[in-house]
């Protein structure tokens, strides 16, 4: 007992510790100057944390370190049985090893699939505003994109299954499933996703869901894996997964991609070994193993961190910045701002957040022309972080007399 309570208390002083990223290459400050016009801005937009990445990671790889030969290495069975543990005891589903592959990166993964399952001139669905390597992975492989906008109802989003039906068209073969939803924070429920895996299944759609955020989830939301619905959701559904969000990562470039359905898997291996991603790196493997295996009570301290910073800047903005709202994440570190109150255009939201309040933000049109009159924060950081960002905003706002 007394061991945890010192463990908690380590990890939230480990969140609230900035240590400066400024003399690293970490694209969220390397390319402040590039986004926003100046380095002076306080990023917050790439979904990475500025939260250290957790020690039993950093000790892993500082182990391997300590070996003098980086050579080639297998993925040792552990890799894939520590991640198949992990999602059976915080998700209650159980993957099989033979269904999984490595993978460096989620977006690659979305690449591949397309092309594994698609073919040029098809279509490929996902639902907007979303993150836009969606769009990107579909369009870049020359396939047609078709955007199914969610439903916006004071800033809160649900899917929009009459539409889809009317978009659906028979060259649609795949859909990107964003679980939990990246800018939105939506996790979606068990009878939203039975109903989307409903339609897939009338229309013969298969369904690739990236559930890279399904371990940042807040109470009173549930993440539901895709897959988990039924056996046959589970045949024509492609999961990835990773610790990269979840950990603090990202820059191990490790993750994972599930195909239980044995003829996809055959299909999917062609594209997989024409791509040759080997055998990814030797401290992903000790990293991944280590956040999987010894990373329960971290998490649960970080999504109250996350939690404690997603309600501090919600009390802010109603209490003083009432024309900018929010509807709190169910799940990931993301905030969805609805800056539409302000009566900005997007050049005046962007001049407004940028050189005024010097924030660097994520426009919410990045993430398709739905988010037009929106602003995504990222929210892993420390708490100062969250206190520094509000006072520069409350500054702008002030002035402007919003
Ligand atoms: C929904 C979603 N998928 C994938 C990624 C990126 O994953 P990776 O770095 O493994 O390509 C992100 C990062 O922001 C994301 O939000």
């Avoid at 969220?28 to 986004?35: E, H, I």
């Avoid at 799940?331 to 302000?342: I, K, P, S």
């Amino acid at each position: 007992m007394e061991k945890d309570i010192s463990l908690q208390l380590k990890d939230r002083l480990d969140f609230n510790e900035a240590p400066s990223r400024e003399d690293t290459n970490a694209e969220k400050y390397a390319l402040r100057k590039k986004l926003f016009g100046s380095d002076d801005v306080l990023p917050m937009w790439v979904a990475d944390m500025d939260i250290q990445t957790p020690s039993f990671v950093m000790d892993a790889i500082s182990n391997r370190v300590n070996h003098p030969i980086l050579g080639y290495e297998e993925i040792p069975d552990s890799f894939f049985e520590s991640q198949i543990q992990w999602i059976k005891e915080r998700h209650g589903y159980e993957l099989q090893k033979e269904w999984m592959f490595y993978s460096p990166s989620v977006v690659a993964s979305i690449n591949l699939c397309i092309q594994a399952f698609t073919d040029v001139g098809d279509s490929v669905i996902t639902q907007s505003p979303v993150y836009f390597p969606f769009y990107s992975s579909i369009t870049n492989n020359d396939r047609h994109l078709i955007k199914n906008k969610l439903i916006e109802n004071d800033g809160h989003y649900s899917m929009d299954f009459d539409a889809l039906q009317e978009q659906i068209d028979d060259k649609t073969k795949l859909l990107l499933l964003c679980s939990p939803h990246n800018p939105v924070g939506r996790v979606w429920k068990k009878e939203e996703l039975q109903r989307l895996g409903e339609i897939c299944e009338k229309y013969d759609i298969l369904i690739l869901a990236d559930e890279i955020h399904s371990d940042l989830i807040f109470k009173g939301s549930k993440h539901i894996p895709m897959a988990s619905i039924s056996k046959a959701l589970e045949a024509r559904t492609i999961t990835c997964y990773g610790p990269g969000k979840t950990f603090n990562m990202a820059g191990l470039a490790v993750s994972t991609i599930s195909i239980a359905d044995e003829a996809l898997r055959t299909k999917f291996t062609k594209v997989y070994k024409a791509t040759h991603f080997a055998e990814g790196t030797v401290f992903g493997h000790v990293g991944f193993i280590a956040a999987y295996t010894k990373g329960a009570t971290w998490l649960e301290n970080l999504l109250i961190h996350l939690q404690g910073n997603i309600d501090y800047l919600d009390i802010c903005l109603k209490e003083y910045m009432p024309s900018i709202t929010m509807n709190k994440p169910e799940g990931t570190y993301l905030v969805w701002l609805d800056c539409r109150g302000l009566g900005l255009s997007y050049q005046g939201l962007k001049d407004f957040f940028f050189k005024e309040a010097k924030l660097g933000l994520s426009t919410g049109v990045s993430f398709g022309r739905e988010g037009e009159g929106f602003m995504r924060i990222n929210l892993g950081v420390p708490r100062s972080t969250v206190e520094e960002a509000v006072s520069r905003l409350h500054a702008a706002y002030v002035s402007r007399h919003f």
